[in-house]
């Protein structure tokens, strides 16, 4: 069965996504069909750079396009995963069978194959009920894997020499720290999905977006970076659109600099606060009414 463009276009949003998430040191590198051409890699970049949405896909699709196929590897690590779409796959449940993630490496022996692909499964589990599920479990839960056990096994201080230096930002972690709280009436656009994720690379800029409805952004970074960053999305067209605040955050709060964490997607306000939680700043969202009926929905929580 070959790929319909629906499902095409749905793969290459999800792709973009992931893409755009990348940081310097990791990679996505497309496996060439048996012509030697890269075709997904031309089609993707050419998706992210003219925003094609199904009704233009089909003059762009080369005859006999097969499955996607690609690695994610991180350039001083000798693991890598390598991943590959069914031609059917839509976001689906990834138990579903139709991406298959094996894990590779160079000289990888087969009980730490196994425990790689233990922690595949029991990731997959979690990211069941995402919109774009590979996005996701790749983004939120298989790189940063990756960077930590390679730190457990080469020490800090190791990684730090022979990373690049913009991976792991030693110098950010010692600058005065900003945060920003936006909220919009939804958040749905892969366009605008996918533009936060490539701004908060570009600008070493950590934090969420709760998407759907209604719209969450939080972020945290420099302060000439953040103030870019939020006046990148005040340039693109919302409905409802609310700085709550852009300001210092406070030392009392902690700023806990996670150089490895980095731009995450949530479904539901509930995620929200439990996040805010984990930083230890909850009271920033329940002071706005986020998390609370006073959001306007008796969802709001689910």
């Known amino acids: 069965m070959a790929l319909t463009t629906t499902t095409l276009a749905h793969q290459l949003e999800e792709l973009s996504l992931l893409k755009c998430s990348i940081l310097p040191g990791e990679e996505i590198l497309f496996i060439p069909s048996s012509d030697g051409i890269d075709h997904w890699g031309r089609l ?25 196929r690609f690695q994610v590897k991180i350039d001083v690590f000798n693991i890598w995963f390598e991943v590959a ?13 139709r991406v298959l993630i094996l894990v590779k ?50 020490g800090l201080h190791t990684a730090s020499s022979t990373a690049d230096p913009g991976l792991l930002h030693p110098a950010n972690a010692q600058a005065p720290r900003f945060h920003a709280l936006l909220t919009s009436h939804h958040l749905i656009s892969p366009n605008k999905r996918r533009s936060l994720q490539q701004w908060s690379g570009e600008l070493s800029v950590t934090g969420f ?10 972020c945290e970074g420099e302060r000439v970076q953040l103030q870019k960053f939020v006046a990148n999305v005040k ?8 700085i709550r605040f852009v300001e210092p955050l406070p030392q009392a709060v902690g700023q806990e600099y996670e150089t490895r964490r980095r731009w995450v997607e949530f479904e539901k306000v509930g995620k929200v606060v439990e996040e805010m939680k984990r930083l230890k700043r909850e009271n920033y969202v329940v002071e706005m009414g986020i998390g609370s ?10």
């Open 105 to 154: 490496g160079d000289n990888l022996g087969r009980i730490e194959q196994e425990h790689w692909q233990t922690i595949v499964r029991e990731k997959m589990n979690e990211v069941k009920d995402s919109e774009y599920p590979v996005f996701e479990l790749i983004s939120t839960h298989l790189l940063p894997e990756l960077h930590a056990t390679f730190d457990a096994r080469a």
């Open 209 to 218: 977006a709760k998407v759907g409805y209604p719209g969450v952004i939080y």
């Open 235 to 242: 340039a693109m067209q919302w409905l409802a659109l609310r």
């Open 44 to 68: 993707l970049d050419t998706f992210i750079d003219n925003s094609m949405d199904s009704t233009s896909l089909s003059d762009r699709v080369p005859g006999g396009l097969k499955p996607a």
């Open 85 to 97: 779409f069914h031609e059917e796959y839509h976001g689906d449940d990834l138990c579903s069978g």
């Open 293 to 302: 009926t006073s959001m306007g929905s008796s969802n709001a929580m689910k």
